[in-house]
């Protein structure tokens, strides 16, 4: 794989991993070295003695004994991290949002210009969505209640409804989870969300809670990957993610293009997620965790900058995207996928990606560096739900066919983007398709603003099937793929 840039103060976040688990080895064999110094040591100054054969014996059992408390000392198994299972919300129908509605409420408005209004047709039509997708009651209102009350309103029916499928889905009890994190981007109430679930449904007092914000798209990958950390730190637990985006307080009333397109795109959503290390787990659990990274550029100026909640000049609050989100989110997603494919690809990829680079600076300038194919390792991607081109376009860089692209295509367009939990709405896609064997491996790949790129691949443990009958998919996966979604 193609080496990641070097940054100055960036490789001590992408390369923590690696270099703790360097310096265990290294410890770890010195360790080993100056015991077998001591073994030989002692060997001979009992040889020079001429003491009884019996103390040879005791002696290696004693090493033996050193030995097997170093090595799990220094060199400890992370624990096994289960998904036991996953809920994802299926929105109420009254809350569906046409194409017309949603254009003749923005015109009733009389706050957006011609312009504006012909910009968020283009918009909707080449989207890739469905007239099915949804906003929360709050945005369906001339003009829309964006108050802090209703957007507490929307996080009543957006968590509530995916926490109970999951504690049913669970048998699991509200006194039995040790973790909790919640993460929603764009609102951020006092008290916390974490803390309207605690009191919601009567957790512990020592519950374990946190709350995730600003962390874009990719927040819900973050959750995990935390609550992993979390788990590895925390024996025999549970933990608990919710995912969603809160709407409400996130609707752009200003004319500037690059601000419309979240009103556009952006519709309700929500996923519950349960995490374990128990080791009883793995006999019922869905998945295995089998891979995680973090990576993330907004060390970077330009990467920083490129998409950025703000006022305009009229003072009106949104979500500005520029120009350069173009090139810093593939780059973001470039350094992700090298660490990642330097860990989990085979030799032969490594070493055609290796050879087409050399070939290239000094043979043939204008060959084109091979592109690791990562399906000789991943069965089921994951991809980020931005837009039918940003799907097209990471596929075309990892190499996928429309097979491969089908489930974040389908969930876009029947679900629309929502944000960070659009990756569990794709997982439940496959598995309503009983397209999920045991064995396979999914990857789920969360990029958001900061920004941040974050990989998570999953190992199938246990046989799938039946899921076609449970939400968000139930009754309508039949129906999936349509020919020929617009980009």
Known sequence: MESAPKFSHGDNVLHSKELLAHLRGTLFQLQTFFVLILIIFVETYIFLKGW????????????????????????????????????CLRPPSFCRIPFSFFLENATLMGIFDSESLIFMAKTLKSSGQSEETCLPPALHFIPPKTHQQESINEVHMVLFPVMDDLLTKTHLSPPDIDILIVNCSGFCPSPSLSSIIINRYSMRSDIKSFNLSGMGCSASAVAIHLAEN???VHENSNAVVLSTEILSNGWYAGKEPSRLILNCYFRMGGAAILLTNRKEAKDYSKYK???????????????YLSAMREEDKDGKLGVSVTRDTLQVF???LRINITLLGSSILPLSEKLKHVISRLRKRFLD????IYIPNFKTVINHICLPVSGGAVIRAIGKVLKLNDKDLEAALMTLHRFGNQSSSALWYELAYFEAKERVKKGDKVWQIGMGTGPKCVSL??????????????DPWAQVIHQYPISGPST
Request: net charge positive; glycine share 2%; aromatic share 10%.
């Open 230 to 232: 979390l788990l590895q």
């Open 289 to 303: 965790l089998f891979k995680s990274l973090r990576t993330l550029t907004s060390f970077d100026d330009k990467s």
């Open 52 to 87: 009884n054969p019996i103390c040879h014996i005791f002696l290696l059992l004693s090493c033996y004994v050193v030995f097997i408390i170093i090595k799990h000392s220094i060199l400890k198994a992370p624990r096994p991290v289960y998904l036991v299972d996953f809920s």
């Open 457 to 470: 691949i999953w190992e199938c443990i246990r046989p799938i099937s039946g899921e076609s009958k449970k």
């Open 330 to 332: 593939p780059e973001t």
């Open 365 to 368: 300038k204008s060959q084109e």
